[in-house]
């Protein structure tokens, strides 16, 4: 059984840079062919991607957030980070980290239980 938790601050200032952290257990980041994903849902909207990073390290970004969103990992630890810089607050949202097949979509077969971020000064 593959689990994701994420971690990190529940709240940010608008231009500070909101970071991220999904540890995963059950499973390793680097099993060839599994996307692993950041996923957000604002209040009363849907999920949106955001972006992937592969087994392999490649990284993929939604078009929107490219500009100011990295995703990294460190596989000694079994886990990749998001960095989304110049938050505002629609930005506020439950962020998610997911496994999956598919690169570009909010598709996942493991999610973690999500962390809400608000964006606020």
């Known amino acids: 059984q593959v689990q994701l938790q994420e971690s990190g601050p529940g709240l940010v200032k608008p231009s500070q840079t909101l970071s991220l952290t999904c540890t995963v257990s059950?499973?390793?980041?680097?099993?060839?062919?599994?996307?692993w994903k950041w996923i957000r849902q604002p209040p009363g909207k849907g999920l949106e991607w955001m972006g992937t990073?592969?087994?392999?390290?490649?990284?993929y970004f939604s078009p929107s957030l490219q500009s100011r969103t990295s995703i990294s990992r460190d596989t000694s630890k079994n886990q990749f980070t998001l960095q989304l810089s110049s938050v505002t607050p629609e930005d506020t949202a439950v962020y998610y980290c997911?496994?999956?097949?598919?690169?570009?979509?909010?598709?996942?077969?493991?999610r973690g239980q999500g962390t809400q971020v608000t964006v606020s000064s």
């Open positions: 059950g499973g390793s980041i680097t099993t060839n062919y599994y996307y």
């Open positions: 990073i592969s087994y392999s390290g490649s990284t």
């Open positions: 997911a496994r999956g097949k598919v690169v570009h979509t909010t598709g996942y077969d493991y």
